[in-house]
């Protein structure tokens, strides 16, 4: 240390006159102050020696007053030296506090968030124990409509066997009918055979009638001739009676010629009722002239011969008579046949594959085994249907909540991203105010090593620096941690979003070709509902047929 207050003066010999320094400088040589008095030469007097002493001390003087003079201002000049360092480790000091207060800031800031994200991740975990919850309680909802879906297959499968068995049933039932109807149309062809027989005998016997009447009458006009002749009385009543008997023959002609017809014309019942009436009359008249006739004739020796023959033809008579109304059933029966043929030949017809009526028992049965076929692949393909529809229903609400997860897990990384951006965003500005701190304390290591005198001074700077910068590794460690556990989380957030785009992709797949494979089934559907509509109609219109046939 350079002490401020000089030595005291020694006090001027009044015999040595005032000399000023330019005038010792003039007269005496200079001395250097270092050089000891010794060194000067011997021949010198004392005296001078004396004021050569004096001479030293005062430039001696002079040289640590300017020693000191330039010791000061090099001090003064250090003082503010150290001053302005010092107001400069004080604004670097305001400053790391700044910092160090808003380092510290941040870190609470980081706190929050760390607490907000622990916060979100408890919500995460109960909004995920939640999705559990729903979807094992899906799972039971599941696994009940599985339940009910076997107990509804079970009774479906009960619906079949019935169907089954009612089938069974109706082809008994038909095959009785079948049955029937050959029996029927076997006593069919022997009544209508039997009616042939009976109406060509009755037509024989018809012509065998006429005959014998048309030569009786001739006889008649005979022996009218010869009582013309034996009667010459009653020749004005017998050219009457020839008269009318011309008549008669005239009448019996047109009736020969109707009744002719008739054998070779099947007439409608009321012109054989005319008919019949016309021969009622015609027989009458024919009586009336046989009795006036009998009676003119009472002497005529054939008399009882004609009347047994009048007999005769009565009771002929009486028998055509009886055998009309049978005639007109026969033809009623006849017509019924034959309009029955004719409709049981255009069925024949119309039925594709049947060529003759042994052929339809054969056609039944194939078409029945067909509709059968036919209802049976219905039921399978409308069970399928169902199945692909409850397929298609599970799927798309597992598309839905795969999208649904999928938006949640986008929007999870989207925040986890903005997360991420932000942590590396505070650990770059935290690395640069660590390098920036560690700029700092490395400079005020180089200036403790350079000034050892301000060690009290910057110590406790250098202390709070390094602690701060402890405390900032130790954040910028913790942040860096939290940004690696953030990046796996995004990781593991992105795999899953690719398998919940797998499994949508799979799902819409999979829902496509439901989609395809139930319009294939919905037009076969179509197509063997068409078919099993129009064989039912075709079986409903034969069984109708069937029972009109059996009514009748």
């Known amino acids: 240390m350079i002490v401020r207050t000089p030595p005291p003066k020694r006090p001027r010999s009044e015999t040595m006159p005032p000399e000023s320094p330019s005038a010792a400088g003039s007269d005496r040589r200079m001395v250097i102050y270092e050089d000891s008095p010794l060194a000067a030469p011997l021949h010198e007097s004392p005296q001078q020696q004396h004021s050569d002493h004096l001479l030293c001390t005062y430039q001696c003087r002079q040289m640590v007053k300017s020693e000191f003079l330039d010791a000061l201002s090099s001090a003064e000049k250090q003082v503010c030296d150290y001053q302005s360092r010092f ?12 910092e160090r207060k808003k380092f510290l800031d941040q870190f609470l800031y980081a706190e929050q968030e760390l607490a907000a994200a622990k916060g979100r991740e408890q919500a995460l975990q109960e909004q995920l124990l939640k999705e559990v919850n729903d979807y094992q309680e899906r799972f039971r909802k599941q696994i009940q ?89 009653l020749k004005e009543q017998l050219d009457n009676l020839k008269k009318q008997l011309t008549e008669c023959l005239h009448q019996k002609n047109e009736v020969e010629q109707k009744l002719s017809s008739f054998t070779f014309q099947e007439d409608s019942s009321t012109d054989s009722n005319i008919l019949v009436k016309h021969l009622q009359e015609e027989l009458r008249n024919y009586e009336a002239e046989v009795r006036e006739a009998r009676k003119l004739r009472s002497s005529h020796e054939n008399i009882e011969l004609l009347k047994e023959k009048l007999l005769e033809e009565k009771g002929r008579r009486e028998r055509a008579e009886a055998e009309l109304p049978k005639l007109q059933e026969f033809q009623m029966s006849m017509k019924k046949l034959e309009d029955e043929l004719s409709s049981w030949k255009l069925m024949i017809s119309e039925i594709p594959g049947v060529s003759c009526s042994e052929d339809i028992p054969v056609k039944f049965a194939a078409l029945q085994k067909e509709v059968i076929d036919s209802t049976m692949k219905v039921g399978d393909a409308s069970a399928r249907l169902k199945q692909l529809e409850v397929a298609l229903d599970t799927a798309l609400s597992e598309k839905q909540n795969a999208e649904t997860e999928a938006a949640l897990v986008k929007e999870k990384a989207a925040v986890s991203k903005s997360e991420v951006k932000r942590i590396e965003l505070m650990l770059s500005m935290v690395t640069e105010e660590r390098d920036k701190l560690r700029n700092l304390l490395n400079e005020f290591k180089r200036m403790k090593n350079d000034e050892a005198g301000d060690e009290v001074v910057s110590g406790t700077l250098v202390q709070e620096l390094e602690s701060s910068l402890a405390q900032k590794e130790f954040c910028i460690k913790e942040m860096e941690s939290s940004l690696h556990v953030q990046k796996e989380v995004n990781t593991r957030q992105y795999e899953e979003i690719k398998l919940l785009n797998e499994k949508l992709n799979n799902e819409a797949r ?19 509902e068409s078919k099993v509509g129009a064989k039912d109609i075709l079986s409903i219109s034969d069984i109708v047929v069937i029972h009109q046939f059996l009514c009748s």
Not at 87 to 98: H, L, P, Q, R, Y
């Open 87 to 98: 107001e400069t480790m004080n604004e670097n000091f305001s400053k790391v506090e700044a």
């Open 145 to 233: 409509s599985q339940s009910d879906l076997e107990v509804k297959l079970h009774n479906e499968m009960n619906l079949r066997l019935k169907a089954e068995s009612s089938v069974a049933s109706a082809e008994e039932k038909t095959s009785v009918l079948e049955r029937k109807l050959n029996h029927i149309s076997e006593s069919i062809e022997r009544e209508k055979k039997r009616l042939h027989n009976e109406i060509e005998q009755l037509k024989r016997e018809s012509k065998l009638s006429v005959s014998r009447i048309s030569a009786d009458l001739e006889r008649m006009e005979c022996r009218a001739k010869n009582a013309e002749k034996e009667s010459d009385l």
């Open 510 to 528: 999979k829902i496509k070709s439901l989609e395809r494979e139930g319009d294939r089934l919905r037009s076969e559907i179509a197509l063997l």
